[in-house]
């Protein structure tokens, strides 16, 4: 009977959609956790938020043409009022994205069950299930990318803030201007441009890791400048928050293998050994699937705690 059981509950399937500012990623998860299928179109930012809402629908609508969907699960970009399923803030990326309404939009046109979640809490859910942070206690995840992103995991759960807006840590002030701005992506670029006197539009995170590693002495400064403020922004957080557990995603963490080293050593420096000793650092391993798992999980667990 259990095992038929289990059999019956793992057969249903969830939508999974994944709100950036530059992709949408959107698939079907059964009830085990496995992605059965997965696709990618573009977000189209610039049209603003109703188009992107308008979008999901449509992304929804042709999987339920297809097979019978059990909860719509989003993972998205901004900062989202989890029980209303609403985004109370986001960036001008994406205009006019403020105020969509995805739980009560989604629940009234199709009658299905709706969760929504932000993007890095997503992926920081992925990496507690069924990745990096698997089994932590207190585990910190950061997504570095165009700007950089925070979730607190604690006992799995993700930590909050009184506002909803606990771990915001691209905003955090550091001696020349915000953690984002000095650590991400866009400064990675700028210096090189900057440096070399060449315009930005011609280099790229793959690019200057590729002249770093054939030995470019411009690109590698970059790099070791990034990696030392990843490394002081880390250990700011560490300090207050003492996780067992620093978890690292985004696009230029795909480079886990050339900055792994430069970050520990940067850790290492900001940190007081007794911290430092307690602290791992680990690279994410679902790489573009994080939000869409994590989406699925916090689907599960608001069930579990209705």
């Not at 179109?41 to 449509?58: D, F, Y």
């Not at 403020?98 to 989604?106: A, D, P, R």
């Not at 067992?244 to 940190?271: F, H, N, P, R």
């Amino acid at each position: 009977m259990i095992g038929k059981d289990r059999q019956r509950t793992e057969n249903k399937q969830y939508v999974s959609i994944d709100v950036g500012g530059t992709a949408i990623k959107y698939g079907v998860i059964r009830e085990d956790g496995k992605i059965l299928s997965k696709n990618v179109v573009n977000t189209e930012a610039q049209k603003g938020g109703p188009a992107i809402l308008l979008k999901v629908q449509t992304l929804i609508q042709q999987i339920l043409t297809q097979q019978k969907i059990c909860g719509i699960c989003i993972s998205t970009a901004g900062i989202v009022d989890t029980k209303t399923g609403t985004i109370t803030h986001a960036a001008p990326l994406i205009p006019n994205y403020t105020g969509t309404e995805y739980k009560k939009t989604l629940e009234d046109k199709f009658q299905i069950p709706c969760e929504v979640e932000n993007d890095v809490n997503c992926a920081g859910l992925a990496e507690y299930y069924d990745g990096a942070a698997a089994g932590s206690r207190i585990s910190l995840m950061l997504t570095v990318g165009t700007g950089i992103g925070g979730s607190i995991l604690i006992d799995g759960k993700i930590y909050r803030g009184i506002s909803g807006s606990a771990c915001e840590v691209g905003y955090m002030m550091m001696s020349k201007g915000e953690f984002q701005t000095l650590g991400a992506a866009k400064s990675l670029i700028r210096n090189v441009s900057e440096w070399k006197k060449e315009p930005e539009r011609i280099w790229n995170g793959y690019r200057i890791f590729d002249a770093a590693k054939q030995g470019d002495p411009i690109c590698n400064r970059a790099i070791n400048e990034m990696a030392d403020v990843l490394g002081q922004g880390i250990a700011n957080i560490c300090y207050v928050l003492n996780p067992e557990i620093v978890v690292l995603g985004g696009g230029i963490m795909t480079q886990k293998d050339y900055l792994k080293e430069k970050i520990e050593a940067s850790i290492s420096k900001y940190l007081i050994p007794e911290i430092a000793r307690h602290t791992r650092l680990a690279f994410a391993r679902h790489g573009n699937d994080a939000g869409m798992l994590g989406a699925f999980y916090h689907f599960q667990q608001q069930c579990m705690e209705q």
